[in-house]
């Protein structure tokens, strides 16, 4: 007679996990919705410090509050604009909200002058037209549909850890691919939720990054180095980088009247390469745990994965790359506000999600593999 075998329950933890996220990608979508206009300016990084205003668009409340193309803000409610990044959908403009003036200070001709910037009670869902509607939802529908994946990878091999890595980097994808929360009021818009929702937005927005590549990398599908401070040792860095990301949450959700963290503008730029240099870390790990794999089947699945991982992580990479030259370059800028650029990045974001979900739960649970020895 057949040993029926008992069906492990699954982790408590794995349940809080996908809670945690469903949480924060439901604030997501909530915020890509009911977030307020933009100031309606194209900025860049001021020579001699500041927010330089290339462009004003008719009608935005930067044109209504007398910002004209060419001045610099230097500051705003009294708090140092240092560069673009200060000013722009990440830092202070998280605190902008309808009802509430907010004093500008700029400069022009070389002259000081105080201007007042106000935004209208209208909530980005009442702006889009029909064609930006289209493109929302394909990037909702394609953000749920890895978020789903991400859920059923971690609920179905939770006590793998290279299958929970990798579930967890399906749900770090699905923010890419859907549509991002952020944008103007975004902390006004978080601190109006109960505390106990805010635990986990905050959590996750501090605690995602691109080191989760690198681990992944380590682990799947069998782990990478048997020594085991190598890893820890290679993720200093990432360690470092939460810490930062922490203090700047914390300032831009819980001090509005501080929203731009303490620290030198080019903090910024340090952690889009201490994220690329992790990206870049996880595929030459990846490509190292390939080369000691024994097993004919899991190398297979594994070429399948590192093709995946090549285009999306490489296309990470490449937009972590625009992202920090675009300020400083026209043509950059082009290129990353390009709609056929978001296209091609949003395609290949999503082979790494569907190459992974369908490997994982293909191969189901296969006996340890063989490593050789990692040093």
Same mark, same amino acid.
């Given at each position: $007679?057949?040993?029926? /075998?008992?069906?492990?329950?699954?982790?408590?933890?794995?349940?809080?996990?996908?809670?945690?996220?469903?949480?924060?990608?439901?604030?997501?979508?909530?915020?890509?919705?009911?977030?307020? +206009?933009?100031?309606?300016?194209?900025? %860049?990084?001021?020579?001699?410090?500041?927010?330089?205003?290339?462009?004003?668009?008719?009608?935005?409340?930067?044109?209504?509050?007398?910002?004209?193309?060419?001045?610099?803000?230097?500051?705003?409610?009294?708090?140092?604009?240092?560069?673009?990044?200060?000013?722009?959908?990440?830092?202070?403009?998280?605190?902008?909200?309808?009802?509430?003036?907010?004093?500008? /200070?700029?400069?022009?001709? %070389?002259?000081?002058?105080?201007?007042?910037?106000?935004?209208?009670?209208?909530?980005?869902?009442? $702006?889009?037209?029909?064609?930006?509607?289209?493109?929302?939802?394909?990037?909702? +529908?394609?953000?749920?549909?890895?978020?789903? $994946? #991400?859920?059923?990878?971690?609920?179905?091999?939770?006590?793998?850890?290279?299958?929970?890595?990798? +579930?967890?980097?399906?749900?770090?994808?699905?923010?890419?691919?859907?549509?991002? #929360?952020?944008?103007?009021?975004?902390?006004?818009?978080?601190?109006?939720?109960?505390?106990?929702?805010?635990?986990?937005?905050?959590?996750?927005?501090?605690?995602?990054?691109?080191?989760?590549?690198?681990?992944?990398?380590?682990?799947?599908?069998?782990?990478?180095?048997?020594?085991?401070?190598?890893?820890?040792?290679?993720?200093?860095?990432?360690?470092?980088?939460?810490?930062?990301?922490?203090?700047?949450?914390?300032?831009?959700?819980? $001090?509005?009247?501080?929203?731009?963290?303490?620290?030198?503008?080019?903090?910024?730029?340090?952690?889009?390469?201490?994220?690329?240099?992790?990206?870049?870390?996880?595929?030459?790990?990846?490509?190292?745990?390939?080369?000691?794999?024994?097993?004919?089947?899991?190398?297979?699945?594994?070429?399948?994965?590192?093709?995946?991982?090549?285009?999306?992580?490489?296309?990470?990479?490449?937009?972590?790359?625009?992202?920090? %030259?675009?300020?400083? %370059?026209?043509?950059?800028?082009?290129?990353?506000?390009?709609?056929?650029?978001?296209?091609?990045?949003?395609?290949?974001?999503?082979?790494?999600?569907?190459?992974?979900?369908?490997?994982?739960?293909?191969? #189901?649970?296969?006996?340890?593999?063989?490593?050789?020895?990692?040093?």
């Amino acid at each position: $007679m057949p040993t029926l /075998t008992q069906k492990r329950r699954t982790p408590w933890w794995a349940w809080l996990l996908a809670a945690s996220f469903l949480i924060g990608f439901g604030f997501d979508i909530y915020t890509s919705c009911m977030r307020f +206009a933009r100031p309606g300016a194209a900025i %860049s990084d001021a020579p001699k410090g500041g927010a330089l205003i290339r462009e004003v668009a008719p009608g935005s409340p930067m044109e209504k509050a007398g910002v004209r193309a060419g001045d610099i803000v230097v500051a705003v409610d009294g708090q140092a604009i240092r560069a673009a990044h200060d000013f722009d959908e990440i830092e202070m403009t998280w605190q902008f909200e309808p009802g509430k003036p907010f004093l500008l /200070t700029v400069e022009r001709n %070389s002259e000081r002058m105080q201007l007042t910037l106000l935004f209208p009670e209208r909530r980005v869902w009442q $702006m889009r037209n029909r064609s930006q509607w289209l493109d929302y939802s394909l990037s909702a +529908a394609l953000g749920l549909l890895y978020f789903a $994946m #991400g859920l059923v990878v971690l609920l179905a091999r939770p006590r793998e850890p290279g299958a929970v890595a990798g +579930a967890v980097l399906l749900l770090m994808f699905a923010r890419f691919l859907g549509p991002w #929360g952020g944008g103007v009021g975004y902390a006004v818009l978080f601190r109006q939720l109960p505390f106990l929702l805010q635990v986990p937005v905050f959590t996750l927005s501090a605690l995602l990054g691109g080191y989760l590549i690198l681990i992944f990398a380590a682990l799947y599908p069998r782990p990478v180095f048997r020594r085991r401070w190598i890893l820890p040792v290679l993720l200093v860095p990432a360690l470092l980088m939460i810490v930062n990301n922490v203090l700047r949450l914390y300032h831009r959700f819980y $001090m509005p009247a501080q929203a731009i963290a303490p620290g030198p503008p080019w903090a910024f730029r340090l952690q889009l390469a201490v994220e690329m240099a992790n990206v870049l870390g996880g595929l030459v790990v990846l490509a190292l745990g390939y080369k000691r794999l024994k097993d004919a089947h899991e190398r297979r699945s594994l070429r399948r994965i590192s093709f995946g991982a090549l285009a999306s992580f490489g296309a990470l990479v490449f937009s972590f790359w625009l992202l920090s %030259s675009e300020p400083s %370059s026209p043509v950059f800028r082009r290129i990353f506000e390009s709609q056929a650029t978001g296209f091609v990045l949003l395609v290949l974001w999503s082979i790494f999600p569907v190459v992974f979900a369908h490997t994982v739960l293909r191969s #189901g649970s296969r006996p340890a593999s063989s490593i050789g020895n990692s040093e």
